[in-house]
């Protein structure tokens, strides 16, 4: 099955500097790649995805990129704000009768 | 998108004993999902709930021990048994946000439990 890696576990920036997590996958099949955001205490919100037909994505101050030849993909988040705070998670699908398998998470802590 | 709605909010339990969590959704899904995540940790799939025959389990799940039933489209509950403190984890359902892909989940509010 598919297995995604997602590194660093941790992260922690400062107000507006930039914030990269980087996840990796294993099943060349997987064509879709969403990332989630879990506030402390509430439920993960989907904030953005890519599909494997593009290479980049960009959402206001956030973007993910994907490298298809190498299996891995990017949350690059600008201007870091402390609301950005929160557990992040990428995972990887094959399609829409295939549920995704997700990352172990980023903790993303953003100092004022 | 869908409301979800999850009873209880968060439970303590002793060990031994079940837990039945419920899961509400405003309008009709084919497929509801369970996840687990324990304590820093991912988001686990326990187990995929058809309406109208047996869920279907992942790997490392069981029925004895993670009962689900899904009388009809916008209703599940998944029974944690025989608990023991391992089993303190957020449980959520999930629907899919598109109707015929599972591609995005859209979670409810989860259940937090612990078990002393």
């Known amino acids: 099955g598919e297995n995604v890696e997602q590194h660093p576990s941790t992260l922690s920036v400062q107000e507006g500097d930039s914030a990269v997590i980087k996840c990796t996958y294993s099943?060349?099949?997987?064509?879709?790649f969403p990332w989630y955001k879990q506030e402390l205490g509430k439920r993960p919100q989907l904030i953005i995805d890519?599909?494997?037909?593009?290479g980049e994505k960009k959402d206001q101050r956030i973007a993910v990129t994907l490298n298809k030849t190498a299996k891995h993909f990017s949350l690059h988040i600008t201007e870091t704000q402390p609301e950005d705070s929160a557990v992040y998670f990428c995972?990887?699908?094959?399609?829409?009768?295939?549920?995704?398998?997700f990352g172990r998470g980023t903790s993303l802590i953003v100092h004022p | 998108s869908a409301v979800i709605s999850q009873k209880p909010s968060r439970d303590i339990c002793q060990r031994g004993t079940s837990l039945t969590i419920q899961c509400q959704v405003d309008?009709?899904?084919?497929?509801m999902f369970w996840y687990r995540q324990q304590p820093g940790q991912s988001l686990t799939l326990i187990a995929t709930?058809?309406?109208?025959?047996?869920?279907?389990?992942e790997s490392g799940f069981v029925i004895d021990k993670f009962p689900i039933s899904r009388p009809n489209l916008t209703f599940s509950t998944l029974t944690v048994s025989n608990m023991s403190p391992e089993d303190s984890s957020i449980y959520l359902c999930?629907?899919?946000?598109?109707?015929?892909?599972?591609?995005?989940?859209?979670f409810g509010p989860g259940t937090r439990l612990t078990v002393l």
């Open positions: 999930s629907v899919p946000r598109v109707a015929g892909s599972y591609n995005e989940q859209f």
């Open positions: 099943d060349s099949a997987s064509n879709y």
């Open positions: 890519i599909r494997s037909n593009v």
């Open positions: 995972a990887a699908s094959k399609g829409g009768s295939y549920i995704p398998t």
């Open positions: 309008s009709q899904v084919t497929m």
């Open positions: 709930a058809n309406q109208g025959s047996e869920a279907t389990y």
